[in-house]
């Protein structure tokens, strides 16, 4: 695979926006959709499945998505096409991932067929779909993130990359957090969902700047051997990830922290809602101020990474967080505190902006890293299986994050605990961080070296 030049790396970054915003979209207004708040069910609004069955179908949905990315990574890794190992896939993969999002959100039963709890039926149908939805996901996104340790020679590179590709992710989140809700009050939630799901035709970026030679053999020229590195089997691929130290103290850490902010992510719309008394506009007012300042906090990340390195800057970043979840709560309205609810989240969420840049550019750049040291170090190339054991992680993860905010938002009080819970799950994170070896300053990287 061909190096890109710097002017191509937004571009080939742009990929995250799309089908970032759209995987944020189901994972923050799914549940919210098939279960609206109690606030939302007094004045009208359907209650689409029960609670228990949606749980269970999306746990289910999610863990054999899981099942799937193991395959597409080794797929991806040892693809042999005219075409290369990455492209192929992005393309197969682009259209079925935009059917299966828009399918989503039309279950077959509404109305009279509807009991007070919702119905069963809807639940198997958002099982199959979202498990059609994350198959598809995955299909583009596994060899999109994989490129990453090919298509750039080092770590700061990597960052640099990375954080391009968090500055369009957090467009996503923009519109996901901010915009869909202010939408939603105009435009009913599948109003919102066609307007805004154009923005996906940005992963047509990466398919147009990654460049890559021939994989079958007797087609590429002698200069080109490097795409065709030996396969490495599927289970041999994933013994050599698990064994890999750095990454396992790489993702013991991060699934921890990635609970926390699925569970954030997911019931900030319930927090707003039933705890707060805000509307959706307000919301999304509340959010802008979380999202808003990313651009900037990014700078500020990339500026801590060459002084302090990416480690300290993450770590850094987790402790921030927890406070900011831990000022959630003061905002109940049952407080009655002199600070309005609305304030207490915008304080909150500018507080939490820069460990949000963060926490989108890490997934990004850390496992990059480490497939590219490994490469060096063994002389096989399996990003793809490094993203592929990662995504496998967080989607147990966040469904494990999303089943148990279904189960404690049933509860009345349970809303309350959901800022708390987060904070908590940074700080373990933090601390299980502390062994990871990369991510060093870079002088101090080359004095090690």
Same mark, same amino acid.
């Given at each position: 695979?061909?190096? #890109?030049?710097?002017?191509?790396?937004?571009?080939?970054?742009?990929?995250?926006?799309?089908?970032?915003?759209?995987?944020?979209?189901?994972?923050?207004?799914?549940? /919210? /959709?098939?279960?609206?708040?109690?606030?939302?069910?007094?004045? *009208?609004?359907?209650?689409?499945?029960?609670?228990?069955? @949606?749980?269970?179908?999306?746990?289910?949905?999610?863990?054999?998505?899981?099942?799937?990315?193991?395959?597409?990574?080794?797929?991806?890794?040892?693809?042999?096409?005219?075409?290369?190992?990455?492209?192929?896939?992005?393309?197969?993969?682009?259209?079925?991932? #935009?059917?299966?999002?828009?399918?989503?959100?039309?279950?077959?039963?509404?109305?009279?067929?509807? *009991?007070?709890?919702?119905?069963?039926?809807?639940?198997?149908?958002?099982?199959?779909?979202?498990?059609?939805?994350?198959?598809?996901?995955?299909?583009?996104?596994?060899? @999109?993130?994989?490129?990453?340790?090919? #298509?750039?020679?080092?770590?700061?590179?990597?960052?640099?990359?990375?954080?391009?590709?968090? $500055?369009?992710?957090?467009?996503?989140?923009?519109?996901? /957090?901010?915009? %869909?809700? &202010?939408?939603?009050?105009? $435009?009913?939630?599948?109003?919102?969902?066609?307007?805004?799901?154009?923005?996906?035709?940005?992963?047509?970026?990466?398919?147009?700047?990654?460049?890559?030679?021939?994989?079958?053999?007797?087609?590429?020229?002698? *200069?080109?051997?490097?795409?065709?590195?030996?396969?490495?089997?599927?289970?041999?691929?994933?013994?050599?990830?698990?064994?890999?130290?750095?990454?396992?103290? @790489?993702?013991?850490?991060?699934?921890?922290? @990635?609970?926390?902010?699925?569970?954030?992510?997911?019931?900030?719309?319930?927090?707003?809602?039933?705890?707060?008394?805000?509307?959706?506009? !307000?919301?999304?007012?509340?959010?802008?101020?979380?999202? %808003?300042?990313?651009?900037?906090?990014?700078?500020?990340?990339?500026?801590?990474?060459?002084?302090?390195?990416?480690?300290?800057?993450?770590?850094?970043?987790?402790?921030?967080?927890?406070?900011?979840?831990?000022?959630?709560?003061?905002?109940?309205?049952?407080?009655?505190?002199?600070?309005?609810?609305?304030?207490?989240?915008?304080?909150?969420?500018? &507080?939490?902006?820069?460990? &949000?840049?963060? $926490?989108?550019?890490?997934? /990004?750049?850390?496992?990059?890293?480490?497939?590219?040291?490994?490469?060096?170090?063994?002389?096989?190339?399996?990003?793809?299986?490094?993203?592929?054991?990662?995504?496998?992680?967080?989607?147990?993860?966040?469904?494990?994050?999303?089943?148990?905010?279904?189960?404690?938002?049933?509860?009345?009080?349970?809303?309350?605990?959901?800022?708390?819970?987060?904070?908590?799950?940074?700080?373990?994170?933090?601390?299980?961080?502390?062994?990871?070896?990369?991510? !060093?300053?870079?002088?101090?990287?080359?004095?090690?070296?």
């Amino acid at each position: 695979m061909k190096l #890109i030049k710097r002017w191509q790396e937004p571009i080939y970054a742009l990929g995250s926006f799309g089908p970032g915003f759209m995987y944020q979209i189901v994972m923050a207004y799914l549940l /919210y /959709y098939y279960r609206p708040a109690l606030s939302r069910v007094e004045t *009208g609004a359907l209650v689409l499945a029960p609670a228990g069955a @949606y749980a269970v179908g999306m746990l289910v949905a999610r863990i054999l998505d899981g099942v799937v990315d193991i395959p597409i990574a080794t797929w991806t890794d040892n693809l042999k096409s005219k075409w290369g190992r990455r492209r192929p896939l992005m393309v197969l993969g682009f259209i079925p991932t #935009i059917l299966s999002f828009l399918l989503l959100w039309y279950p077959p039963l509404s109305g009279n067929s509807l *009991g007070a709890d919702g119905h069963w039926g809807n639940a198997i149908f958002v099982a199959v779909v979202s498990s059609l939805y994350f198959f598809f996901h995955t299909l583009i996104i596994v060899p @999109y993130l994989a490129s990453l340790s090919e #298509i750039v020679p080092d770590e700061q590179s990597r960052v640099r990359v990375a954080s391009w590709q968090t $500055f369009f992710a957090t467009a996503g989140y923009v519109l996901t /957090y901010v915009v %869909a809700p &202010i939408l939603f009050d105009h $435009f009913g939630v599948r109003g919102t969902i066609w307007m805004l799901v154009p923005v996906f035709l940005s992963f047509i970026g990466p398919i147009m700047v990654i460049k890559e030679s021939s994989t079958v053999e007797g087609e590429t020229t002698p *200069g080109e051997l490097h795409e065709q590195a030996a396969d490495v089997p599927l289970w041999e691929s994933v013994k050599l990830t698990l064994a890999n130290r750095t990454f396992r103290i @790489y993702m013991g850490s991060v699934a921890v922290f @990635y609970f926390g902010l699925q569970f954030f992510l997911g019931g900030i719309a319930f927090m707003a809602a039933d705890m707060m008394g805000l509307t959706d506009s !307000q919301l999304g007012m509340m959010n802008a101020a979380a999202f %808003a300042p990313v651009p900037i906090m990014l700078i500020l990340f990339n500026w801590l990474s060459k002084k302090k390195g990416a480690k300290w800057a993450f770590r850094l970043s987790l402790l921030v967080f927890a406070f900011a979840m831990l000022l959630f709560p003061l905002g109940w309205t049952g407080l009655n505190l002199p600070l309005s609810p609305i304030m207490v989240g915008i304080i909150a969420g500018g &507080i939490g902006s820069f460990s &949000i840049g963060v $926490f989108f550019t890490i997934p /990004y750049a850390f496992p990059a890293q480490i497939a590219a040291t490994d490469a060096k170090e063994t002389g096989k190339d399996r990003a793809g299986m490094f993203f592929a054991v990662q995504g496998v992680i967080n989607q147990f993860v966040g469904s494990l994050a999303g089943s148990v905010l279904a189960l404690l938002l049933g509860w009345e009080r349970g809303v309350l605990f959901i800022g708390p819970i987060v904070a908590v799950m940074c700080v373990v994170s933090f601390f299980l961080f502390k062994p990871y070896p990369l991510g !060093q300053p870079k002088k101090k990287e080359e004095a090690a070296a």
